[in-house]
């Protein structure tokens, strides 16, 4: 039987450190039927000339000049000649055995159904990298996973978790090329709606790099923050399309709710909104996050101010 390919889309944005080992985990992958396509997104570093450097028959390096993570990928996507996708980024690593194990699983399992696997924390080795179970690592539908995730989960799964046809990608749309924070949980919220359902692969393990510098998701500028909401508002939008129930709400508003603390007190006026949000849905029970000096203060001065104190330790702590 001949393998169906996978083609796995790099974009990359100064990557230089990371790139190399990111690109080797796809060429080392056991599952043979592999393309890689790498998009340089205007980096100003090494990262164009490492990836070059490969010289890999399979692997086609590329540049995009519209800026964003979104654009490179739908660059990407309109290169790539496989029936199935693999995002990865320039930062990120596979297990070796990661898209084997899930193109078995989905050869085996419904037509149009999507896989999803474990993945782990590092920051200099993979092999430093803890595997901590979530909610979401089981057999689901596409609305069990979101609002399992949204309200369970955080809403998190790396891009390279998923192993996803191309026909869901078709069908949903591609990537939005107006957001820069969260542009994934949109992008994957449209995809999982347009799926057949998601298959867990235990083993089908990817390495999540934490960074000691300042990464994309922890901006705190402006055009990030209303990214953030847009995404947010946008996925509940997509969800409640589908399914409206009262679980589905709760999801949404927990979402909002989430975000509400995520950008204060950097962005009152945004938190706000998300907050109004979560009050339309019909209300969340969710935490502010925090250890036990948090979960203190909480009651007794409110979510607000104990965020601008955690923020006013944050900065001591950097200036000192």
């Keep these: 039987m001949t393998e169906k390919l996978v083609s796995v889309v790099v974009p990359v944005l100064n990557g230089g450190p990371w790139i190399l080992e990111a690109i080797e985990s796809c060429l080392e992958q056991s599952w043979p039927a592999i393309e890689v396509i790498v998009i340089d997104n ?4 090494n990262s164009l000339e490492v990836a070059r450097g490969t010289r890999a028959a399979n692997v086609l390096v590329t540049e995009c000049q519209t800026r964003g993570a979104p654009a ?3 660059v990407g996507i309109r290169l790539a000649q496989g029936e199935y996708f693999q995002f990865l980024d320039a930062d990120d690593v596979l297990h070796r055995d990661k898209i084997a194990i899930q193109m078995r699983r989905l050869t085996e399992g419904p037509s149009g159904a ?3 696997g474990a993945w782990a924390r590092f920051r200099h080795s993979i092999a430093d990298g803890r595997f901590l179970r979530e909610p979401v690592w089981q057999d689901l539908s596409p ?3 979101l609002v399992l995730s949204w309200l369970k989960s955080g809403g998190m799964m790396p891009a390279f978790g998923w192993l996803t046809p191309r026909r869901a990608v078709e069908h949903a749309g591609w990537w939005d090329e107006s957001l820069s924070l969260n542009d994934d949980g949109e992008f994957f919220t449209r995809v999982l709606l347009a799926s057949n359902g998601i298959l867990f692969c235990e083993e089908a393990k990817g390495y999540y790099r934490t960074a000691p510098l300042i990464t994309l998701s922890k901006r705190q500028d402006r055009q990030a923050a209303e990214s953030g909401f847009r995404a947010a508002q946008l996925s509940c939008q997509h969800l409640l399309a589908v399914d409206s129930g009262p679980l589905a709400l709760s999801a949404c508003a927990t979402t909002m709710k989430r975000f509400a603390y995520s950008c204060y007190p950097a962005h009152p006026d945004l938190s706000s909104r998300g907050d109004e949000m979560a009050t339309a849905f019909g209300g969340s029970d969710l935490p502010f996050g925090g250890g036990w000096p948090t979960k203190l203060l909480v009651p007794l001065v409110g979510w607000k101010l104990t ?4 923020r006013l330790k944050r900065l001591l702590r950097v200036q000192g």
Excluded: T, Y
């Design 114 to 116: 999507m896989a999803s």
């Design 307 to 310: 965020s601008r104190l955690q």
């Design 143 to 145: 609305i069990d996973f």
């Design 72 to 74: 490179a990928r739908n």
């Design 42 to 45: 205007g980096s100003v570093d």
